[in-house]
């Protein structure tokens, strides 16, 4: 049998090796078979890899070209397509990621017309099925990319043009059925040009109403071939519009809700989307979770000194803690996964920064699984906020939160109380226990 061609031939499987590790190749915190919560650390993070910004992204900015050195861009076409699907495997296993995530045109390049594109991904598609069946990783999803070519200069279900939104409904047909035939667990919709640039040019009411008559297409396509995987939009407020109609968790359900299609989505929540929309990324995965809508997430993190979507590996072990408390008062996260939407620096152009940047961001969320864990264990914060709110446990909160009450009554209430006695949030205390918990896990 021909030997596989080695694409990270300096890096060997990647192990759980323990704190006191200096093996840069190997787990300081992320040990899959650790049972925390009942579950491995492999069950609950579901860790991800993202197609694009591994195997397909070059490092171009808007002020250079590409500086990443891929020993897989030594070909071009279908054969890049297909060796990027080998470089991936041999990644996904080397790291032992249960998941990857992919758009239609990071796996296969598209054709001259629609018909040659399909015939390009059934190749690749055939193939990575081949390879999935011998491998452990599996697809956490899938979607279509309706952002990058100019046909979607003005969006795509909500494009001006009716020729725009068929090619973009054809592009999401054909995304379910390699969704079913590759087992996808979810299939995400990231509206990436579904906004607007200006209420000048645009009609907004016919733009949310054919976004809406788009998702249905979707759905009913989706019952009638019998894909199972759990619909997703992921919400961003902007970039690359101005204005994006699905701006974050809130305005997302506000939509789902006026379009009956509630029952059928839930959410990929991504950190930096959180950030832009000026949340934090707990506060997006809180919004989700009290409404049940949390499916997924795109873990990675911003940077409040750029301001944009930088896409970055998460390493900050503060917002991986807030997260995963989340993620684990979710009960986890079902179907979905840590998918790593993220990308190495510019500068961190060398092959082996791809396994760099996906430690550093399993041993991340490792630690936050932990520690958060530790938390709810001991109850530290469910135990305050119980104490916050205590008062709607008894007389009149109690009447107020059972609906036994009107404004006469509670103004007879009022009219009879004395100074209003309140006490401390205590932030900062809550602060610093949060970091102590952090600092006694990271140390054991
Ligand atoms: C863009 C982004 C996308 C989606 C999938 O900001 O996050 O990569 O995750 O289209
Ligand atoms: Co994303």
């Not at 990621?97 to 059934?122: M, Q, R, W």
């Not at 991986?320 to 510019?346: C, H, P, S, W």
Request: net charge negative.
């Amino acid at each position: 049998m021909a030997t596989k061609t080695q694409y990270f031939q300096n890096v060997n499987q990647i192990k759980y090796e323990g704190p006191k590790s200096t093996n840069p190749f190997a787990f300081k915190y992320y040990n899959p078979e650790e049972v925390v919560a009942g579950k491995t650390m492999e069950e609950l993070l579901r860790f991800s890899v993202a197609y694009w910004h591994t195997f397909t992204m070059d490092g171009t900015d808007p002020f250079g070209i590409g500086t990443m050195l891929r020993p897989w861009d030594k070909f071009s076409g279908m054969d890049l397509a297909k060796a990027r699907v080998e470089a991936a495997f041999e990644l996904f296993e080397k790291l032992n990621v249960p998941f990857f995530c992919f758009h239609d045109v990071d796996i296969a390049p598209e054709g001259n017309t629609l018909s040659e594109t399909y015939k390009n991904l059934d190749e690749i598609v055939a193939m990575i099925k081949e390879y999935m069946a011998t491998s452990k990783t599996k697809l956490l999803w899938n979607t279509a990319n309706m952002f990058s070519h100019p046909r979607f200069v003005h969006g795509a279900a909500t494009s001006v043009n009716a020729d725009v939104f068929a090619y973009a409904a054809a592009k999401v047909k054909k995304g379910l059925e390699i969704g079913k035939e590759l087992g996808a667990e979810n299939y995400v919709f990231w509206g990436g040009r579904e906004g607007y640039e200006t209420l000048l040019n645009t009609d907004m009411k016919l733009e949310l109403d054919n976004l809406g008559r788009f998702f249905h297409l979707a759905v009913d396509y989706a019952k009638e071939i019998g894909f199972n995987g759990q619909f997703l939009i992921e919400p961003k407020p902007k970039e690359p519009t101005k204005h994006q109609y699905d701006f974050d968790v809130a305005t997302g359900m506000a939509f789902l809700q006026n379009y009956g299609l509630k029952d059928y989505f839930k959410f990929n929540i991504e950190a930096n989307h959180a950030t832009l929309a000026g949340h934090t990324f707990e506060h997006e995965l809180r919004t989700a979770r009290i409404n049940g809508m949390l499916g997924s997430v795109d873990a990675n993190q911003g940077d409040p000194l750029l301001g944009w979507d930088t896409d970055e590996f998460p390493t900050d072990l503060y917002s991986t803690t807030l997260a995963m408390y989340e993620i684990l008062q979710n009960g986890g996260l079902g179907k979905g996964g840590l998918n790593f939407d993220a990308k190495v620096r510019r500068g961190s152009f060398e092959p082996e920064d791809l396994f760099h940047a996906h430690i550093a961001g399993m041993d991340s969320f490792a630690v936050g699984l932990k520690v958060a864990q530790k938390l709810i264990e001991d109850r530290v914060i469910e135990d305050f906020v119980e104490e916050r709110y205590s008062s709607f446990t008894h007389g009149i909160g109690k009447d107020i939160v059972e609906g036994k009450t009107n404004l006469q009554q509670l103004e007879e209430y009022a009219l009879q109380l004395g100074e209003i006695k309140n006490r401390s949030g205590r932030t900062e205390r809550l602060k610093s226990i949060i970091n102590q918990y952090l600092l006694t896990v990271v140390s054991e």
